[in-house]
């Protein structure tokens, strides 16, 4: 079976500090990636995606990057942490699409990291 | 920009009462999901509706998908105190170059008094 792994689960960094956090799945190969950004209270933003090793898609401009150095490793950085980056971020993984056709498929999502910048 | 709207925000109601939540997009959708987020805890998958007038049932709760595809619902039953949580729905983008993202609503917070 598949499960995600997210860690840390909570980070407490002071503002203009680095960051790295750390997706792996297990139990599937080629999976789409995702990193999400929910503050308190909140919906869900997504940050970026990935179909492919090295493949990452922006969706909103922020200090914040990520990497997918391995098929089923995702990495979320920033360096130089804000004030506004708090909140919790999820990393989800769906099956990736086939015959170069984007699949819509259900996204499972780890635990979590709650990351507070003071 | 493509726009997936839920209503209300937050709901409480009284246990055995039971619970809507609305889900509008502004485009047709291919297909619309639907999770549930325990507080403190992470989205989990609860179903996809795909076709025109689909409605599903699990155990209390019913999903619809509108007629033209660009709305949905969730319908609990006698709500319990287990169903306490934040109910998102999400559908795929309409613009090129998606690849499997989807794009959520903001959900519907609901509390549910014992």
């Known amino acids: 079976s598949q499960t995600i792994h997210q860690w840390p689960a909570t980070l407490v960094q002071p503002v203009g500090s680095p960051l790295s956090l750390e997706c792996t799945v297990e139990?599937?190969?080629?999976?789409?990636l995702y990193w999400y950004r929910q503050a308190a209270g909140r919906g869900l933003q997504l940050l970026f995606y990935?179909?492919?090793?090295?493949?990452i898609s922006s969706e909103v401009p922020q200090n914040l990057s990520a990497s997918r150095p391995q098929d089923r490793q995702f990495i979320l950085s920033s360096k130089k942490l804000l004030l506004s980056d708090s909140g919790f971020y999820l990393c989800?993984?769906?099956?990736?699409?086939?015959?170069?056709?984007?699949?819509?498929?259900?996204?499972?999502f780890g635990p979590g990291t709650r990351l507070t910048v003071l | 920009g493509q726009q997936v709207m839920q209503i209300p925000q937050y709901q409480h109601v009284q246990e055995g009462e039971d619970f809507t939540t609305y889900c509008n997009s502004s485009t047709t959708l291919s297909n619309i999901q639907w999770y549930k987020q325990r507080p403190g805890g992470h989205p989990v998958f609860l179903i996809q509706?795909?076709?025109?007038?689909e409605v599903k049932k699990q155990k209390r709760l019913t999903f619809q998908f509108g007629e033209a595809k660009k709305n949905s619902s969730l319908h609990i039953t006698a709500t319990q105190t287990t169903d306490v949580g934040t109910y998102f729905c999400?559908?795929?983008?309409?613009?090129?170059?998606?690849?499997?993202?989807?794009?959520f609503g903001k959900g519907t917070k609901l509390s549910v008094k014992p």
């Open positions: 989800a993984w769906s099956e990736g699409g086939r015959g170069g056709r984007p699949a819509y498929n259900e996204q499972f």
């Open positions: 990935s179909v492919g090793i090295g493949q």
């Open positions: 509706l795909v076709k025109s007038g």
């Open positions: 139990g599937t190969s080629n999976p789409n």
């Open positions: 999400a559908g795929p983008p309409n613009y090129g170059g998606s690849q499997g993202n989807l794009i």
